[in-house]
């Protein structure tokens, strides 16, 4: 008698094709406990499914890299026999359903994935995109993330340095919540998840497991419906205090030599941590269900295997040493458990009241996953899909100063104060430079190194060309990265786009992609892990709105000798300010003074059109070169890259925060609007104390031709209290006024 | 002579680390470490330091399941006998929670977790923490929380200014504490509860260096006496 109805595997959320390969791997038909094995490990979020083979395309190493994707995060060496692990993964779907829980939980398993790796985490980092500040459930939404985050990280004591928020009626319906952490770890101490040994034991610590999050994995795999606040229960709740005991406990029992392999129980729970340690392992599993520690009495084997309660993880110990890993997590007042051992039948087998309830054999678990290559449309037909219309006429800016005014107030622009004020950017005592800058810069324990962290992409510039879009996104933690005189060495990624099974969106994934593979092979930035988070479309605002393409990019770079770093503040009055970016003032060009997509063009004429600004990947290696020869020779006082909103914000910018304005002057071959808030890629700003010495060291030549392309170009002096006839006071009050206002209204 | 200090560990505690860091710099001697659930203290305890952080999660109240510790009754044994012991944020809040300080810490006014490097003023510069500072002197240090309304009744407040035993007090709006209290004495002054993280401002990476002469006036008073 069959119990798996057709109406059961789609609950399930297999369709039946996919179900025929379930047959196919069983040879007979699955039980509901290995049907619900199945689904979530073919689920969207377990299997990439649809971004697989795409991600291939992705460069994955250098000779800095120690682990590419497939771990629970990306190492890469830093020197000195210390390595940088990192990841940044998505939680969006729970965040738009329970805001709090779910940016908290967010926060939680990022975590997991760096610790349970050997390293001590020293940094978070959010990218967070929100819908229009006036749609009704905003505020509630961004309090609760905001909450959320704070609540999670700040208590277990890793500083929130830095991340970055955006707003825009595509995500009105999906917020996007992607929560990165980069920890430290001795190069010798670093622990993989491949259960090894036949016989050794499997254990279980960390927090019960209780009914919640059951399917969580399956629902962040299909749109919203109308329902969406009916899946509240599928939302995980986070304790960060177990958290923090969960890290000092494996961390203390990590400085043993009695763990084989280690991986924390993130989406699916015990079924993905157990079948992915197993498979890497090449190896069987056998669990003992009724060992499980359990947070309610009756639970099912089912149940067990889907909960994603959190702040579990499992581990395949040294044969004999289990009475001194106990110790130690009895210590910190959690569980464990010995609930299996490692086998070599190449079987998941789990045992319930002495029955086999589960036999799943593996290599085909792994094997039939579903893979689809989905069709996409092309670039042209892409583009007469998006509805991008050309830049045509630009109406002249008539006031400079009020144009950067108004930019300073947008939501996009605002100051986020409000936000990274909530957050404990500081624990640890390593911080040297949080939010607010162009990266954060957190120093190594007691050395003179320090990592430089940033979370970029600019969606706008993805929906109107994925290709360039994703270069961009990948080439502005480049540019962040340098700008505060750090080495770039890698990047993880949490590719968010709406429903892969149409062609459009399929054609933004694929382009951005292609787009961010040629920016890390140019860059020598390869990706060493990441996330993807599709379905991000919903029904439940009226309309199937789709998110804008965000595939946000997490980049890791290295200060030697944190000595040598820059930051955004003017210094003192007098310095030159020097634009530094692609010399084409030598050559008027009409694609410079890019205003298409321009943050001015959006915020002072209510248009999003034209196309992105071209990223010159070449310039862009040597004008972050460049910089970065710049900062170490001592010779600039402040850095900033420009971005959003063009010269005239960063500069904005780079007064707010030193208090000193500024007398500049434009090209007199562009059009003040297009120079002042033209999104050119690939330009900083900086400040030079001594220009003979600055003028000296540009004197000894650039080292080959594609150097040359990249010049500098002064363009003013930092003096006075204000910038383009605006009062810095009043700038700041501009700047602070959005989030305020809109908080406390 | 060697400078003989300990920082008190609970379950959540996360500033432990920081503190025996800035001691250790401060002092140039490490600082012991001390497991909640220990019942007694190493000997010969120059100073004890009861870090910031979550301890038990800020479960109940902040501070309120550390105060019962096994080690707390040893810890305020010490003080009694006039063993210096500072308090920082979660520390200051044990603090109160065990009956060594007056008062209690609530949810800050905004609601809110407030993380930034605020003004304060020393208050009284003749104690053993504060001596290095000039009565008035303005002081930069980050706070970190989101229980530090200091609040207490008037009479105790009255007798807190009276006896000079308001140590700091912020010198602009923060978290909505009676009388901009940031931090204070004990009776005897030999215990310090403050909710600012003099840690954290110890050295020229952090911005400021404002905290180092709380702990300096603390070793060397401890010295010379």
Redesign the interface.
Known sequence: MSQITPEIVEQHGLNSEEYEHVLKALGREPNLVELGIFSVMWSEHCSYKSSRFHLKKLPTSAPWVICGPGENAGIIDIGDGQAAIFKMESHNHPSYIEPYQGAATGVGGILRDVFTMGARPVANLNALRFGRPDHPKMKHLVQGVV?GI??YG????VPTVGGETNFHSAYDGNILVNAMTVGVADTDKIFYSAATGVGNPIVYVGSKTGRDGIHGATMASADFGEDSDAKRPTVQVG????E??LIEACLELMATDAIVAIQDMGAAGLTSSSVEMASKGGAGIRLDMNKVPCRETGMTPYEMMLSESQERMLMVLKPGREAEAEAIFH???LDFAVIGEVTDTGHMVLEWNGEVVCDIPLAPLADEAPLYERPYVSAEEYKAWAKVKPLGDVPESTDIGADLLKLMACPDLASRRWI??????????DT?QKSGGDAAVV?VHDTKKALAISTDCTPRYCYADPYEGGKQAVAETYRNISAVGGKPLAITNCLNFANPQRPEIMAQIVGCLEGMAAACQVLDYPIVSGNVSLYNESKATGGGSAILPTPAIGGVGLLAD?DKSATIAFKAEGESIYLMGREFWAAPNPVRGHLGQSLWLREIHGREDGDAPPVDLTLEKNSGEFIRELIEAGLVSAVHDISDGGIAVALAEMALAGGFGAEVEAHPDYSPTAWWFGEDQGRYLLTVPDVTAFQEQLAKGTRDADTASSGVRHIGTVTGDSLFGVPLAKLRDANESFFREWMEQ | MSFRSAVVTFPGSNCDRDLAVALEKVSGTPALRVWHGDAELPEKLDFIALPGGFSYGDYLRSGAMAARSPIMQAVAQAAGRGVPVLGICNGFQVLTESGLLPGALMRNANQHFICRTVRLSVENSQSLFTAGYEAGQALHVPVAHHDGNYFADEDTLDRLEGEGRVAFRYAETVNGSRRDIAGILNEAGNVLGMMPHPERAIEREHGSTDGRALFESAIRGLVEA
């Not at chain 1, 304790?239 to 177990?242: E, L, V």
């Not at chain 1, 990274?420 to 005592?429: F, P, R, T």
């Open positions: 909450a704070g609540g700040n208590c277990v004591g304790d960060p205090f177990t923090k005991l210590k910190w007042e990274y004020e909530q957050y404990d950017s500081q624990v640890g005592a040297l120093r944190y």
